[in-house]
């Protein structure tokens, strides 16, 4: 029979015991893990996390792969959500990735590892900052291992730098996977909005009809703290109801998760990633919510793939961009039981897509 005491004693316990781990995790040096010394993959591969000056700017750069020669997949994150910290999961529970491709993570201006060791400016927070950021990075790629073409990966947000990149420098590219492509922004809110409030209203959901309507539809017309807070109550509510018509994952509880047990983050990045989420995101929401990209980039000369879940909130924006972009190789996926997360909702889905379809559909294309 357990007792108060041993209740008490069993708390106590647990409690050094996180004690403990947060003060391991916080004095660490962050680090990738290697691979095994007099192995092949430790001679022909790579296993390295360094800081990269991109346009005066050190940021946190992780390379991995089996083998060198194997062909880059350069990850471009979405808003405030490093794409590094998920690397720890992809090659202990995904190593054909590894296999396959270079893999290449890197922490933006403003976030994750690269906003704790380096402060930065508005001035530099900006979507053309971040396109020449990524151009810097690929260029460096191309000389470090001496290849011309990459394939880029962009996921939300990331998607807007990655469709300019795409857009102009054609030659640099195998293919282009988007997940999912972000278009016109203020479009996709509000469609996302009067699906939150009409949810909200069919279940009778006070609190979530209070702020959505209190904070009012995300517009150009709104700055500062009041965009912010309009973004951020739809946030919540329209991750709310569009996981319930599918019984969706909580992939917010994944990010932390993911973030807290990658040995790419120590405890201070850990901090840092948090802090840049809330700092960096609401300087560029301003420019986000004006953001269209169907007026700007109506040709593309890569091989796309528009990869999106079929909750996808973006859906609607996202496929009528795709119906008009004037492609020669274009490819639209909707990816069953998955909303906006579609890599961490439906991972092997995602893997068999990227290794099976689009590395043999375009590797031959490229070269």
């Known amino acids: 029979m357990t007792t108060q005491k041993n209740k008490d004693t069993i708390k106590g316990l647990l409690k050094y015991i996180l004690m403990v781990v947060a003060f391991l995790k916080a004095t660490s040096c962050a680090t990738t893990v290697k691979y095994l010394d007099g192995t092949l993959e430790s001679k022909n591969g790579i296993a390295l996390l360094e800081n990269v000056n991109l346009n005066g700017l050190k940021h946190a750069v992780l390379m991995r792969g089996e083998n060198i020669d194997n062909p880059i997949l350069l990850h471009i994150h979405p808003l405030g959500i490093p794409s590094m910290c998920f690397a720890n999961e992809e090659y202990t529970e995904d190593s054909i990735k590894e296999k396959n491709f270079l893999i290449v993570h890197y922490d933006q201006r403003g976030f994750g590892k690269t906003y704790r060791k380096h402060k930065h400016g508005k001035k530099y927070i900006n979507t053309e900052q971040y396109i020449r950021d990524a151009e810097e990075l690929i260029k460096y790629l191309q000389e470090k291992f001496d290849k011309q073409k990459i394939y880029l990966l962009a996921e939300s947000w990331g998607t807007v730098i990655g469709l300019n990149l795409v857009s102009e420098h054609p030659d640099w590219f195998y293919a282009y996977i988007a997940v999912p492509q972000v278009v016109n922004v203020k479009e996709a809110l509000s469609d996302a909005y009067d699906f939150s409030l009409s949810e909200a209203k069919s279940d009778n959901n006070e609190d979530a009809i209070s702020e959505l309507e209190k904070y009012g539809k995300p517009t150009p017309e709104l700055s500062g703290k009041k965009?912010?807070?309009?973004?951020?109550?739809?946030?919540?509510?329209?991750?709310?109801?569009?996981?319930?018509?599918?019984?969706?994952?909580?992939?917010?509880?994944?990010?932390?998760?993911?973030?807290?047990?990658?040995?790419?983050?120590?405890?201070?990045?850990?901090?840092?990633?948090?802090?840049?989420?809330?700092?960096?995101?609401?300087?560029?929401?301003?420019?986000?919510?004006?953001?269209?990209?169907?007026?700007?980039?109506?040709?593309?000369?890569?091989?796309?793939?528009?990869i999106i879940g079929e909750y996808d909130l973006y859906l609607k924006d996202s496929k009528k961009y795709f119906d008009k972009l004037n492609a020669d190789n274009k490819h639209w996926i909707p990816i069953k039981n998955a909303g906006h997360m579609v890599r961490g909702e439906q991972n092997q889905i995602f893997s068999d897509l990227l290794y099976n379809v689009i590395l043999p559909e375009t590797l031959t294309v490229g070269e």
């Open 227 to 306: 965009l912010n807070k309009s973004i951020g109550k739809l946030g919540k509510w329209m991750d709310y109801y569009n996981m319930k018509r599918y019984n969706g994952q909580d992939m917010t509880g994944y990010f932390f998760a993911s973030l807290w047990k990658s040995p790419e983050y120590s405890m201070l990045d850990f901090v840092s990633t948090l802090n840049g989420i809330g700092k960096t995101a609401a300087v560029l929401n301003e420019e986000l919510i004006k953001t269209d990209l169907s007026k700007e980039i109506n040709e593309i000369r890569v091989p796309t793939y528009f």
